[in-house]
């Protein structure tokens, strides 16, 4: 070939480039809209027809409903969620098609009528699915419809497109009613923690974090291969809309594009779950002579309000260690006013031996598994020792901070906790009496008061 031909080889080669390039701006090609009378099911009948499996439909059978996505910044694929009322819908479902740009054809607000015949029902995920089949290992799916057919079964009604009001919604109050519909929720903003970072990973689903002011969180799923992919996502607050879908029983927001988060308003001021208290202290230690699987940990609360142990910790320092050998995270827990927490390390024992269930089970050679000769922390949430019993780096035994064989009780009149250890709070038994303890080994149930002040 001559460099003339090579000339003209180039140049056919770069127009079959261009006419190739993904271009979702260009115009939308007409399509006509169908005002034939038809008689619809509800999407709600559809739904019922499904019996487990995924089947081919073989009535006459036609559904009608407002579109809600839009693959137009390709955060959908392949993929149209339609709900049956423009706005406070009560149900909504997908339909999978092979059609690339499908916005140019079916606008977010179109109502469109879908012709169910030889199509194919399913589920996953929570979600209903019309569409074509896929079959893999002898199981079939729902998959896309053939874009050759997709005409034949989506039709565009005549009805004018006034668009979709989203359902208002809350965090807390999300449900079942609402999925696959198209949601807008007000006063959230990005998880602190995911500051900074891109709305996706190139090529891959990602998940982030929307949260309220309540520390509620939703997830919001974004497509790798989406337009806004690479952009960072926005550090204010604001109201957030799209689709809420569900996967393994957890909610999750599908945003259409970037401008479905309105995201103007200041943060969120941290919300404070964190708080110190001199209310709350160590009030019984057991070690009982007669069954070293009834041991525990007392915490008790002397105000009259209930307080979050979220962040507070208790640990163990054994014999004469001054490094931490276990500790128990409290997080989780909270204790009512004038309330107890109470620590087992065998429940099953605890519940044979007092007659109920521990607050809580830890293992063995944790804190609230002392032999009796271990010294025990109680840490806040920011880190300050509140109370302790003993004396880190000095081993119990025959000391007076023993209550090896028996119990340490703190005395009724002691109402407020102390970071530095004081016997004189203290009734201690064990089995040597020295330093001032008393030489009485204890057994149990009859000599301890688990629950009881």
């Known amino acids: 070939?001559?460099?003339?031909?090579?000339?003209?080889?180039?140049?056919?080669?770069?127009?079959?480039?261009?006419?190739?390039?993904?271009?979702?701006?260009?115009?939308?090609?007409?399509?006509?809209?169908?005002?034939?009378?038809?008689?619809?099911?509800?999407?709600?009948?559809?739904?019922?027809?499904?019996n487990g499996e995924t089947f081919q439909i073989q009535e006459d059978l036609v559904v009608k409903g407002y579109v809600i996505s839009s693959d137009k910044e390709g955060n959908f694929f392949n993929t149209i969620y339609f709900q049956d009322e423009s706005s406070s819908p009560s149900d909504g479902m997908q339909i999978e098609l092979e059609l690339r740009d499908s916005h140019l054809f079916f606008n977010v607000g179109?109502?469109?009528?879908?012709?169910?015949?030889?199509?194919?029902?399913?589920?996953?995920?929570?979600?209903?699915?019309?569409?074509?089949?896929?079959?893999?290992?002898?199981?079939?799916?729902?998959?896309?419809?053939?874009?050759?057919?997709?005409?034949?079964?989506?039709?565009?009604?005549?009805?004018?497109?006034?668009?979709?009001?989203?359902?208002?919604?809350?965090?807390?109050?999300?449900?079942?009613?609402?999925?696959?519909?198209?949601?807008?929720i007000n006063s959230v903003e990005i998880k602190q923690e995911e500051l900074g970072e891109a709305f996706a990973v190139k090529e891959e689903e990602t998940l982030r974090t929307l949260v309220d002011c309540m520390d509620n969180e939703l997830v919001m799923v974004n497509s790798g291969y989406a337009d806004f992919q690479s952009e960072i996502l926005p550090d204010k607050m604001g109201a957030a809309t799209g689709l809420l879908t569900k996967d393994n029983n957890q909610y999750q927001l599908i945003i259409r594009g970037v401008n479905d988060l309105e995201f103007e308003q200041e943060r969120c001021e941290d919300f404070?779950?964190?708080?110190?208290?001199?209310?709350?202290?160590?009030?019984?230690?057991?070690?009982?002579?007669?069954?070293?699987?009834?041991?525990?940990?007392?915490?008790?609360?002397?105000?009259?309000?209930?307080?979050?142990?979220?962040?507070?910790?208790?640990?163990?320092?054994?014999?004469?260690?001054?490094?931490?050998?276990?500790?128990?995270?409290?997080?989780?827990?909270?204790?009512?006013?004038?309330?107890?927490?109470?620590?087992?390390?065998?429940?099953?024992?605890?519940?044979?031996?007092?007659?109920?269930?521990?607050?809580?089970?830890?293992?063995?050679?944790?804190?609230?598994?002392?032999?009796?000769?271990?010294?025990?922390?109680?840490?806040?949430?920011?880190?300050?020792?509140?109370?302790?019993?003993?004396?880190?780096?000095?081993?119990?035994?025959?000391?007076?901070?023993?209550?090896?064989d028996g119990r340490a009780v703190r005395k009724i009149e002691v109402d407020t906790n102390n970071a530095i250890f004081n016997s004189a709070e203290w009734l201690i038994y064990n089995d040597t009496g020295a330093d001032g303890t008393i030489n009485e080994p204890q057994n149990a149930p009859l000599d301890f008061s688990p629950g009881i002040r």
């Not at 090609?29 to 499904?50: H, R, T």
């Not at 804190?367 to 000769?373: E, F, H, Q, R, V």
């Open 1 to 50: 070939m001559n460099f003339k031909s090579n000339k003209y080889f180039l140049i056919i080669i770069v127009v079959m480039l261009i006419s190739c390039v993904k271009n979702r701006e260009f115009d939308a090609p007409e399509v006509e809209c169908s005002d034939s009378d038809f008689a619809f099911i509800a999407i709600s009948e559809l739904k019922n027809m499904y």
């Open 110 to 184: 179109q109502q469109i009528i879908i012709k169910l015949k030889g199509l194919y029902l399913g589920k996953s995920n929570d979600t209903y699915k019309i569409g074509g089949v896929f079959t893999s290992f002898g199981n079939r799916s729902v998959g896309r419809l053939p874009k050759n057919v997709v005409f034949d079964h989506v039709l565009i009604s005549c009805e004018p497109n006034n668009g979709i009001e989203p359902t208002l919604a809350v965090i807390p109050g999300l449900n079942d009613a609402m999925l696959n519909t198209l949601v807008v």
């Open 272 to 404: 404070i779950d964190e708080f110190t208290s001199p209310s709350i202290f160590i009030s019984e230690i057991a070690d009982p002579d007669n069954n070293a699987g009834a041991r525990f940990v007392e915490l008790y609360n002397a105000s009259e309000e209930s307080l979050s142990l979220n962040g507070w910790s208790l640990e163990r320092y054994t014999n004469d260690n001054t490094a931490i050998s276990s500790s128990i995270n409290l997080s989780e827990y909270e204790i009512l006013g004038r309330g107890f927490l109470i620590i087992s390390p065998n429940s099953e024992e605890f519940k044979n031996v007092y007659g109920f269930d521990a607050d809580v089970t830890v293992g063995t050679n944790s804190p609230a598994d002392s032999n009796g000769d271990d010294n025990l922390v109680l840490v806040d949430p920011f880190g300050s020792v509140v109370d302790i019993f003993g004396i880190i780096g000095e081993d119990g035994s025959n000391t007076n901070h023993e209550f090896e």
